[in-house]
């Protein structure tokens, strides 16, 4: 979704992210070995994140909220969709511009500088990116099921459907609920899905003809 606004995809083909393991900057392990490593790996995340805009597949989601009510559930960690100005997003892994106690996951900061060891809450606990790393609970999932379960529509954007358990959600649709999958190599087959409509191309041009194929829709829902 956000790959053509300039931001780096959380895997590339031979597993690293942005040159790094990921078990090295997306764990507690890895935070606990190496804490500097993983607070300097955010911080360049986050500078990059201040130096792009939304793209056409945010505003494109924008424009849907003129015909529906839109409820987003990323996994991507930036705050594009925001900035595009959607209105309901449940962002399921984090939030890069926001860091939190390593004492408690419920203390939690705004945050756009750098982050380094001695930054602390207010009760003198070292802070740590406001992300859920690997091995950690995804506190915000009970809610996205609840969206998805209650959804008319359930569109699918730029993902591989291999990062659980976010990958799982598509099962608790109601019955008969309309996919739309975009993504320029779907890892998904029609068959696999009822109502399944795959639309292979880029978030950007992907979200251009899901515009055309549900405002359509609108009237009669």
């Known amino acids: ?3 053509e606004s300039g931001l ?4 590339d083909a031979n597993g690293l992210w942005e040159g790094h393991d990921v078990l090295e900057v997306a764990t507690p392990e890895g935070f606990a ?6 607070l300097e790996f955010y911080n360049q995340r986050r500078k990059q994140l201040l130096e792009v805009i939304p793209n056409n597949a945010h505003i494109n989601l924008k424009k849907l909220e003129s015909d529906f009510d839109v409820n987003i559930i990323t996994q991507n960690v930036d705050d594009l969709h925001e900035r595009a100005g959607n209105s309901t997003i449940l962002h399921l892994h984090g939030e890069l511009l926001k860091v939190r106690s390593t004492k408690n996951e419920h203390d939690v900061y705004p945050w756009k500088k750098e982050l380094i060891l ?5 009760n003198g ?3 740590r990116p406001h992300i859920v790393w690997f091995g950690e609970a995804v506190p915000l999932l009970d809610k996205a099921i609840e969206i998805t379960k209650n959804a008319d529509i359930l569109v699918i954007i730029g993902t591989s459907m291999q990062v659980y358990p976010a990958a799982s959600l598509v099962h608790d649709i109601k019955e008969n609920t309309p996919i739309y999958f975009i993504d320029p190599k779907p890892s998904v087959k029609e068959h696999q899905f009822k109502n399944l409509t795959i639309i ?3 978030a950007t041009t992907g979200t251009d003809k899901l515009l055309k194929l549900l405002r359509p829709r609108s009237a009669s829902l």
């Open 118 to 122: 001695g930054d602390v809450c207010k």
């Open 33 to 38: 070995k190496n804490p500097e490593l993983v």
């Open 8 to 11: 780096k995809t959380f895997r």
């Open 1 to 3: 979704m956000s790959a």
């Open 200 to 202: 292979a191309e880029k």
């Open 125 to 127: 606990y070292q802070l």
